[in-house]
């Protein structure tokens, strides 16, 4: 591979083109394991991102793609439908909080989201009331387009570089109180203060269920969520729920809104949505809000991208739905999680380790320094493992087919770092 061609001119996200660093060059994927051109193969712990969830090249997903691909790949969707997008919405619908009954299809995680924070918007607007602000929680991520960056966390995704053309919104303290500790009412103060505070401007509450990801990976307590939802109903404000990184099994229930029993008015779906096969996303909401945001003076949702319901992606999408329908996931992912409960507290022997926690299958190691990217990236793939962590976060979100030993394989390795000092700044 010309991997000095990349390096001198291709970018890799979040990179610098002064001081670019290695990257891997992979030739295949299959299964849990990832190829490198060297002929050595690495069991994945990323899933890509929280996407591969059945694992690379699985049989049935290439079937479905090679399907449609002999059918037609893309066809817009302005004026036309076609099965891919009837059926994996049905299939999304059935799955979904029963509340919400309506689907937008759109490209990524970050789309999504930027749609969902048009709806509320929208919504208000058709009721005659300006509501111009979201609330929002620190350490919080919700994509690198700009409203959604808007209400990501100010620090994390550097604000302070888009001032004056960012919109500023409200952001409550995060939960502190873990999944797995004592609740601590105290944790909500914050967020009823800005919400009790700012009512009257605010279109709409925008979180991430359960697991904040990209902004620190913090699992906290169900109660919390509970509250909010709560406090969105006492206040009139509608509930966006972010379930791009959550969504689809991953924290051990379907959707991670379940361990608090609550429904969002709006929910974000992508990452996993095709299994890491392409990029597609949704946004689903209830019929009330659908239909009075169509009533208002725009007449329709003012929004629709030219790859919308990508048909080749919608049945890629319809198929991975139908292997989580089939139920293997949850026994699956509860395997991963006990062995994340059994492994990874013993981690906390190291002085290096500040804090462990896991919920589903999702497992974070969160040092005291930050990593050194280089040298604990060289050690992972010297252990046979791909794990891509950043900052003080060390963390795996395996695919769900992931057994024991490739768990094991992946805890080994971050041990073993732990264990070497230039893996840390
Ligand atoms: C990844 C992510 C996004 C953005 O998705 P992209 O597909 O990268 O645009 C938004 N919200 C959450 C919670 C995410 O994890």
Redesign the pocket.
């Known amino acids: 591979m010309d991997l000095d061609f990349d390096r001198r001119h291709i970018w890799h996200p979040y990179t610098s083109t002064l001081n670019p660093l290695t990257c891997y060059p992979v030739t295949s994927a299959d299964g849990v394991y990832v190829h490198l051109e060297d002929g050595r193969q690495l069991v994945d712990g990323m899933s890509s991102?929280?996407a591969a969830i059945h694992g690379y090249n699985h049989p049935q997903l290439n079937q479905a793609a090679h399907t449609q691909i002999d059918k037609m790949s893309h066809v817009m969707f302005g004026g036309i439908t076609h099965d891919p997008a009837i059926n994996l919405c049905k299939t999304l619908l059935s799955m979904a909080p029963e509340n919400l009954e309506q689907v937008f299809l759109a490209d990524?995680?970050?789309?999504?989201?930027e749609v969902s924070l048009k709806m509320a918007l929208q919504y208000w607007h058709s009721k005659g009331q300006q509501r111009p602000k979201f609330l929002t929680l620190r350490d919080g991520?919700?994509?690198?387009?700009f409203a959604?960056m808007s209400v990501t966390d100010p620090d994390n995704s550097m604000h302070s570089l888009y001032k004056g053309f960012l919109p500023e919104h409200i952001f409550a303290a995060s939960p502190k109180t873990g999944f797995h500790q004592e609740w601590d009412e105290a944790d909500l103060d914050d967020f009823r203060d800005k919400i009790s505070q700012h009512q009257h401007e605010i279109a709409a509450v925008i979180l991430?269920p359960m697991v904040q990801?990209?902004g620190g990976m913090r699992i906290y307590h169900p109660n919390f969520l509970q509250g909010v939802r709560v406090l969105c109903d006492e206040y009139g404000v509608l509930l966006i729920l972010?379930e791009?990184?959550?969504g689809f099994g991953r924290t051990g229930k379907l959707f991670a809104c379940e361990h608090a029993g609550i429904k969002p008015d709006i929910m974000?779906v992508?990452?996993a949505l095709t299994s890491g096969y392409m990029?597609l996303?949704a946004t689903l909401t209830s019929k009330e809000v659908a239909d009075t945001v169509c009533s208002g003076e725009a007449g329709c949702f003012m929004h629709g991208p030219t790859f919308m319901a990508n048909p080749l992606a919608c049945a890629v999408a319809g198929k991975s739905l139908e292997l989580l329908q089939q139920g293997e996931w949850q026994a699956q992912v509860e395997t991963i999680e006990a062995n994340f409960a059994a492994q990874l507290p013993k981690l906390l022997n190291y002085d290096l380790v500040k804090d462990v926690r896991w919920l589903g299958a999702i497992g974070v190691v969160e040092t005291k320094r930050p990593v050194n990217m280089e040298a604990i990236q060289t050690l992972f793939v010297g252990q046979g493992v791909w794990i891509r962590p950043f900052g003080k976060l060390i963390y795996m979100m395996p695919p769900f087919i992931s057994q024991d030993e490739h768990i094991n394989a992946l805890v080994a390795a971050i041990e073993t770092a732990l264990q070497d000092p230039h893996c840390f700044q």
């Open positions: 991102w929280w990524s995680g970050s789309v999504a989201v991520y919700h994509g690198d387009t959604a991430e990801g990209a972010d791009i990184a959550t974000c992508g990452k990029t996303s």
